[in-house]
Structures are given as structure tokens and as C-alpha cells.
């Protein structure tokens, strides 16, 4: 077991881990919609599988936000 | 629990949305359990006045702003410089993070209306009204 922090919080994991299975693990629904840092370094989409996690190591998610209202659903 | 957001707070969003308006305006409502504290105010990067977005270099940002502070990200806000304070399609369909409410907060006819929206693979689950 690793400790490592996700969005601050302190998680026991197995490694080897890497971005992509973390992601999976946290139960996001729509891994498309999130951006994701390591150690506050952005991690690009198509490195998810192959940025191994270790311990100690802090990964940050977030969801993309975003929005419209109802004059563009009208047009 | 009911998040709360103080009278000065909500000013100030409204003070922002006019500012921005006709584009819409956004932010991050910051607190501590189910207060807020603090508006934190992000870019709407699309500059519109039918849609927002924010560009996620930003968000990090303000998420290691909230915790330097020891806050918690409670809430995204955006405005409705022309249409009410329920989400439109595009907002339940953008709305993936279970972990926050969606404040919105409507200017239309000149008298400000702010809801906020629990929302859960794309359907309101709860309604709180602030103003």
C-alpha cells in the first residue's frame, strides 16, 4: 500500500497505479470532462496510462466547467 | 445542509454579473462547511452572453487559492444576463461534478435572482433559493 493525496485528501492505493486506473478508481463518470495535475503539473489525457503514480504523490481533478443559457438552447 | 450564502456575497455577485453583462459572468463560491466566504471570480474565457466556460489552468488555481485559505470549493456561479435562474439543457448537460452545487444567478428584467442547484448526471436533485 502507497499513500498518496487525491484533491487532498489522503488515500491508501496499490501500486502500481498509474493516472488513467486512478481516475477510474474515484468513480468519475465522465473521465472526458476532467483535467487532471500531478504534483500541481498538468497531466495531458494521453499520458493518464502511462504517468505512474508513487507514494506521496498529490493528483488534483477537476471537472471542466461550463454552461449555457437559454438563449443560445432558443437559437 | 443548506449552503448559505451571506447578503454581502450575493452584492457582489450581482455587482460582478452587471459589470460583465451582457456576457455572462462565473465565478467560485468559496466556504467552510456550508458557509460561504469568499467569491472567488474566474474568466469566462468564451466572453458571451450565452455561454461560459472556464479554462481549467484557472481552476486549479483557484482551488490551491482555496485551500491556502483553508476553504473548499462549495459552489461554481454563473449568470443569466437575459433568462431565468433554472439550468438550461447546456448547464445540466456540462454539470459532472457531483461534489458541488450550481449557483445561477438571473439579471433578467432588472431584478436579480439567485438559485442554486444540486445536480446529478444531468437532473436537479435539490433547489435552494437565495434571492
Known amino acids: 500500500m502507497a499513500k498518496i493525496y487525491v484533491n487532498g485528501d489522503v488515500q491508501e492505493v496499490n501500486l502500481p497505479l498509474n493516472v488513467s486506473e486512478l481516475i477510474k478508481q474515484q468513480d468519475v463518470q465522465q473521465p472526458e470532462m476532467v483535467s487532471v495535475q500531478v504534483n500541481e503539473e498538468f497531466a495531458e489525457r494521453e499520458d493518464w496510462e502511462s504517468i505512474q503514480l508513487k507514494e506521496d504523490d498529490k493528483v488534483d481533478f477537476l471537472y471542466f466547467m461550463g454552461g449555457g443559457s437559454e438563449l443560445r438552447i432558443k437559437s | 445542509m443548506r449552503m448559505i450564502i451571506p447578503q454581502n456575497i450575493i452584492k457582489e455577485l450581482i455587482e460582478q454579473a452587471r459589470k460583465e453583462a451582457p456576457n455572462e459572468s462565473c465565478g467560485y463560491l468559496l466556504g467552510t462547511d456550508d458557509e460561504v466566504i469568499e467569491n472567488y471570480w474566474m474568466e469566462n474565457i468564451d466572453h458571451s452572453p450565452e455561454h461560459f466556460s ?37 448547464d445540466l448537460r456540462l454539470a459532472n461534478d457531483p461534489t458541488i452545487r450550481y449557483a445561477i444567478l438571473s439579471l433578467l428584467d432588472g431584478e436579480p435572482k439567485l438559485n442554486s442547484f444540486k445536480i446529478l448526471n444531468g437532473e436537479v436533485v435539490g433547489k435552494e433559493i437565495h434571492l
Do not use: G, T
Open chain 2, 54 to 90: 472556464f479554462a481549467p489552468k484557472d481552476q486549479f488555481a483557484a482551488l490551491k487559492y482555496a485551500r491556502s485559505k483553508n476553504l473548499k470549493i462549495l459552489a461554481n456561479w454563473h449568470s443569466h444576463p437575459a433568462s431565468p435562474s433554472r439550468p438550461s439543457q447546456e
